[in-house]
C-alpha cells in the first residue's frame, strides 16, 4: 500500500509539472524563431549600411582614419599598457543546459591569455554569479530582458560608450565572448572583436557596360555622415550578437524542454501502468481471500 501512494503522489506530481515543461517548450520556440527572424532583418539592415560605406568615403578629401586599430604603446603616458573591455553574453535566466558553463569556461579561458588590461564587463546574471564565485572582479553587469528579446537601446548604448572612450584613448579594444548559434540546440563559444570597427570594404558601385562610377551627391559633412555610419554599424554589429546568443540560448531551450515534456509522458504512462498493475493484483489477492473465507476455494481435508 506505502509503494502505491508513493506511486500515485509520483504521478500526480509529475502531471502537475508537465504542462509547465510543454508551456515553456512552447515559449522557447517562439522566442527562438523571433531572435532568429530579427537577427535576419539586422544582417539585411548591416548589408546596406555595408554597401554605403563606400560612397561615403570616396567623398572624403583623406583616407578615413577615425577608428584606427590602435598599437600598443598608442595611449598617453600613464594610463598603462593597453586597456581592453571583455564582454560576455550569458543568459538571464536557466534550464538551457551548460549554455552558460560553457561561456565562462571560454572566457575564463581567454583571461588566462591576457596580458593586458582587461575590463570585465557581464550581460546576464547567470554568467555573473558563476564568474562571481570564481573570484573575477567584474567593472559593470547588466540583466537581460526575461520576456523579451534584448533590445537595440542596450547595444547603441555600450557601443557608443565604448567608441567614445576609444576615441578618447581610455581604451584600446573591445572584445565580446557568447555562444554563436549553430543550429537547434547546438552553440559555439566564440570570440570576436568589435572595437575598433572594421566594416568589411565594399567597392563602389558603378553604372552601365563602361564601368563608369555612379555620382553621389551628398549634401552633409562626408566625414560626420561616415562617423555616424560608423557608430551605427558597430551597434548594428554588437545588436546582431546579442541576437545570435539569444537564438542558441532560446534553441537549446526548446530541445531540452522537449526532451523532458517527452520523459514526463513516458513516465506517466509507466507510473500509470504500475498503479493499474498494483491495483489489479491488490484486488485478485482481496478477491481470493473473500472466496477462502468462504470456502469456496482452498484444500478440503476429508
Request: hydrophobic share 40%; charged share 20%; aromatic share 6%.
Amino acid at each position: 500500500m506505502i509503494e502505491l501512494d508513493r506511486a500515485q503522489a509520483r504521478l500526480q506530481n509529475i502531471r502537475s509539472v508537465q504542462p509547465i515543461l510543454s508551456a515553456l517548450h512552447t515559449i522557447s520556440l517562439g522566442s527562438w524563431q523571433a531572435a532568429l527572424n530579427q537577427r535576419g532583418r539586422v544582417q539585411g539592415y548591416a548589408e546596406r549600411l555595408e554597401a554605403l560605406l563606400p560612397v561615403v568615403t570616396a567623398h572624403l578629401s583623406t583616407k578615413p582614419s577615425l577608428f584606427p586599430p590602435r598599437e600598443r604603446g598608442g595611449r598617453p603616458e600613464g594610463t598603462g599598457g593597453v586597456k581592453t573591455a571583455i564582454l560576455v553574453i550569458g543568459s538571464e535566466r536557466g534550464l538551457c543546459g551548460r549554455f552558460n558553463v560553457t561561456v565562462v569556461e571560454r572566457a575564463e579561458a581567454y583571461l588566462a591569455d591576457q596580458k593586458d588590461n582587461v575590463e570585465l564587463i557581464v550581460l546576464g546574471s547567470r554568467v555573473r554569479r558563476i564568474l562571481e564565485r570564481h573570484g573575477h572582479q567584474l567593472a559593470w553587469s547588466g540583466a537581460l530582458s526575461i520576456t523579451a528579446l534584448p533590445p537595440f537601446e542596450l547595444a547603441s548604448h555600450l557601443s557608443r560608450r565604448w567608441l567614445t572612450s576609444y576615441e578618447a584613448r581610455e581604451l584600446d579594444a573591445v572584445d565580446l565572448i557568447y555562444n554563436a548559434y549553430r543550429g537547434l540546440g547546438s552553440y559555439e563559444p566564440t570570440v570576436t572583436r568589435l572595437i575598433p570597427p572594421s566594416p568589411p570594404f565594399i567597392p563602389p558601385a558603378s553604372g552601365g557596360d563602361r564601368g563608369e562610377e555612379i555620382s553621389t551627391i551628398i549634401e552633409t559633412d562626408p566625414l560626420s555622415l561616415y562617423t555616424r555610419m560608423i557608430e551605427q554599424w558597430t551597434a548594428t554589429r554588437l545588436y546582431e550578437l546579442l541576437l545570435e546568443s539569444a537564438s542558441a540560448e532560446h534553441s537549446t531551450r526548446y530541445e531540452l524542454m522537449g526532451a523532458a515534456t517527452q520523459n514526463a509522458d513516458h513516465l506517466i504512462d509507466e507510473l500509470t501502468l504500475a498503479i493499474q498493475t498494483t491495483r489489479q493484483r491488490a484486488i485478485t489477492q482481496e478477491m481470493q481471500e473473500l472466496a477462502a473465507g468462504a470456502g469456496l476455494i482452498g484444500t478440503r481435508n476429508r
